[in-house]
């Protein structure tokens, strides 16, 4: 006899958490506002405003200083302009959520 099929009612909860976290995802953590053109940072994975980092890099570079990551708990503190990719699968995440919540308006 063997039991390690124990049932502790974990299991389910985890997909709830996902649909939520990628509904926070689609706010860009410089500007506080839903992306339009999301890049992800390949180094640490996080995504950004395509404007808002580039101006945030440079401005950093600018001045000779190192631009960290501005996600809240990231620990990636030398971000360079080259680490950043196109999020394409987010960008149109973000266009289907918001054609949904828009009226004809074209
Ligand atoms: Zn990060």
Same mark, same amino acid.
């Given at each position: @006899?063997?039991? #390690?099929?124990?049932?502790?009612?974990?299991?389910?909860? #985890?997909? #709830?958490?996902?649909?939520?976290?990628?509904?926070?995802?689609?706010?860009?953590?410089?500007?506080? %506002?839903?992306?339009? &053109?999301?890049?992800?940072?390949?180094?640490?994975?996080?995504?950004?405003?395509?404007?808002?980092?580039?101006? @945030?890099?440079?401005?950093?570079?600018?001045?000779?200083?190192?631009?960290?990551?501005?996600?809240?708990?990231?620990?990636?503190?030398?971000? &360079?302009?080259?680490? %950043?990719?196109? #999020?394409?699968?987010?960008?149109?995440?973000?266009?289907?959520?918001? &054609?949904?919540?828009?009226?004809?308006?074209?």
């Amino acid at each position: @006899m063997h039991a #390690d099929r124990e049932n502790d009612g974990t299991e389910g909860i #985890d997909e #709830d958490m996902i649909v939520t976290q990628s509904q926070t995802n689609f706010i860009c953590p410089i500007t506080q %506002l839903e992306m339009k &053109k999301p890049v992800k940072n390949k180094v640490c994975g996080h995504t950004y405003e395509e404007e808002a980092i580039v101006r @945030m890099i440079e401005s950093k570079h600018k001045r000779k200083k190192k631009a960290c990551c501005p996600k809240i708990g990231c620990s990636h503190t030398d971000m &360079k302009m080259s680490d %950043l990719i196109p #999020d394409e699968a987010l960008r149109r995440a973000i266009e289907s959520h918001n &054609k949904k919540k828009k009226r004809h308006s074209e």
